[in-house]
């Protein structure tokens, strides 16, 4: 019939669903950082209310004001290297918002990444992994269609052998079609034709869920082969981004064992960026012949580095609060200066000075005299 001919034609030509990748969070409520007397008119909001970039991620990630300073030498040359890395920094230097960036909010939307704290296991890298995966999948459906019934098989595996297959299902389910993006944008007929488009990958990738042996288990070279055969059918390039923020008693143990496994990784599609603390350089046992796939890195500012993110940060906050004012009109160059020498470079030390600076600044204005 004709109409059925002209709704074979809408489908074909119907524009594909494009990735929106990472998920950025949502805009910050300033006024949770707003300043009491005497700054409410001369400094609205504070551009720096937290030490720590755990607590920080609403203002330094949100799509309205991308406060993260991507400009430091060694974030660039870390996101151009496809090579498992070690970072180190002092306390206070930013590796946390900086694995932050890597790992969830801020990398390239062609590349799979996840992040985490702590001391990870693979178990713990393989949820982590799979959870982005099934995010991924959750937020664009239709983009399941590039796969054929193998490789669809196999990405149920992925994320079943990782996540169980009842919370598979539980994700697929909560999926609110109507609210996406690629289904809001089409007008009238298209609209529904989209609709109907989601549901029917979603439907099928449940059914290929629901039919999958509940008693198959991968091993972590196994899966992460088939993880990384999925991300490339998906549109991913390799290698997968693994950033561990790493910390905790056994750190000194955890490094040497996961820097025996993670030589191989490369080979299934997969690197680590691992940040730890300077402290424990020494403690390192590095694998023989390392210097092809590890690389070993430094944390660190100068004067002029940490002034540049600091006026970056303010500017990004104070646009998004439609407010004019400049930092010199807050703290002179001088000052501004003066501080950052004050906080030996460090920017949490820099925070710290900041914020007790303005708890001391009775007419609003800071200067040499607090």
């Not at 524009?15 to 950082?33: G, I, M, N, R, V």
């Not at 504070?46 to 991507?70: G, I, M, Q, V």
Request: with cysteine.
């Amino acid at each position: 019939s004709e109409d059925l001919r002209d709704a074979v034609q809408t489908v074909i030509h119907l524009t594909e669903q494009s990735p929106t990748w990472p998920l950025y969070l949502k805009k910050p409520d300033l006024a949770l950082f707003a300043l009491g007397e005497p700054w409410q008119e001369r400094l609205p909001v504070n551009p720096f209310p937290n030490e720590y970039a755990e607590d920080d991620r609403e203002l330094l990630f949100s799509r309205e004001t991308l406060a993260f300073w991507e400009e430091h030498p060694l974030y660039q040359k870390v996101t151009r290297t496809d090579k498992t890395e070690i970072i180190t920094g002092e306390s206070g230097t930013g590796k946390t918002a900086m694995a932050l960036a890597l790992g969830e909010y801020l990398h390239d939307k062609d590349t799979l990444a996840c992040y985490l704290p702590g001391l990870p296991e693979e178990r713990d890298i393989q949820y982590a992994l799979a959870q982005k995966m099934l995010t991924f999948i959750c937020w664009h459906p239709t983009l399941l269609r590039r796969l054929g019934q193998d490789s669809r098989v196999l990405l149920v595996r992925v994320c079943a052998n990782a996540l169980g297959a009842p919370y598979v299902l539980a994700a697929l389910d909560s999926v609110s079609v109507e609210d996406l993006s690629y289904v809001k944008e089409g007008q009238d007929r298209e609209r529904e034709i989209r609709s109907d488009i989601v549901r029917s990958q979603l439907r099928l990738f449940r059914d290929t869920v629901a039919s999958l042996p509940t008693n198959h288990y991968d091993t972590f070279e196994v899966w992460s082969k088939a993880l990384a055969h999925c991300a490339q059918a998906l549109g991913f390039k390799l290698p997968i981004r693994v950033v561990i923020d790493a910390s905790g008693e056994h750190l000194a143990e955890w490094i040497n064992d996961i820097l025996s496994r993670v030589s191989s990784w490369k080979m299934n599609g997969m690197i680590a960026k691992i940040f730890v603390s300077s402290n424990i350089e020494n403690t390192v046992r590095f694998p023989i012949n390392h210097s092809g796939w590890l690389v070993v890195s430094k944390l660190e500012w100068d004067a002029a580095l940490l002034s540049q993110m600091l006026d970056h940060r303010f500017e990004n906050i104070m646009t998004v609060q439609e407010c004019r004012i400049k930092r010199p009109e807050i703290a002179s160059d001088e000052l501004w200066a003066q501080m950052i020498v004050q906080a030996k470079v460090n920017p949490r030390c820099f925070v710290r000075l900041w914020n007790r600076m303005l708890s001391l600044a009775t007419i609003g204005i800071l200067d040499e005299t607090i």
